[in-house]
């Protein structure tokens, strides 16, 4: 993560699509995740963005937004922002600030079991990364909630692209004489035909976990 900016405007500025017009002056096209909060400083919404800049102008729009969007922009006072380095980076901030949060035009995370998790599977030699929905009954590490299934996809697809871990079940993975079409399109390192050492593949773990739980300013 780099830096963070509080930008509250004065008192005397309305609230809604002009205080957010405002913001964006100071925002670039960096990843990062935004606040909205009320004139209170409570937090009404976290949201993640490609691009700051892009996202925030599309609150500052006077129309074409549905009626829960439409109010929550009509009690913003002020916004916060943390940029980030990867678009990756930013979604799990999103999910860990909506955890902690929960603001209420948010999707509320009444039930962790219902909602979709990442997950380290760790009693194999060679850790397993996929989705987990449900009680933690297997060893592992769990890294969620997330607010969809779509969020952890991506967020899936972008640690296999970084990190290269195994997705495919203990069956699969033992039957295996061959690399499969992850191995060739570089989204697994084929631990399964020895491609690579445990020890190696160990360490890709780490890093993957250091990610995972935000720590990942060094493997940038």
Known sequence: MSRTEDITPKPDVPRGHEVIRNYLKSLDN?????RMLDA???VLY???????RKRVSSYAKPTGHSPRI???????ASMMFLTTRTETEAL???QNLIKQLKPRYNVLLRDDKSFAEIMLRLEHPFPQI???RG??????????PFASAAAVNRTLNQLQKAFQLRDCADSVFESRTRPCLLYQIRRCSAPCVGRISQADYAALVRDAERFLQGRSTGLQ
């Not at 960096?30 to 935004?34: E, R």
């Not at 976290?46 to 700051?52: D, F, P, T, W, Y």
């Not at 439409?70 to 913003?76: D, L, N």
């Open 30 to 34: 960096s990843p990062g995740v935004y």
């Open 92 to 94: 799990l901030l999103e």
């Open 70 to 76: 439409a109010r929550m922009i009509s009690e913003t």
């Open 135 to 144: 009680a933690h009954k297997e060893k592992g590490a769990y890294y969620g």
């Open 40 to 42: 209170r400083g409570a």
């Open 130 to 132: 996929r989705k987990h």
């Open 46 to 52: 976290v949201g993640k963005a490609r691009s700051l």
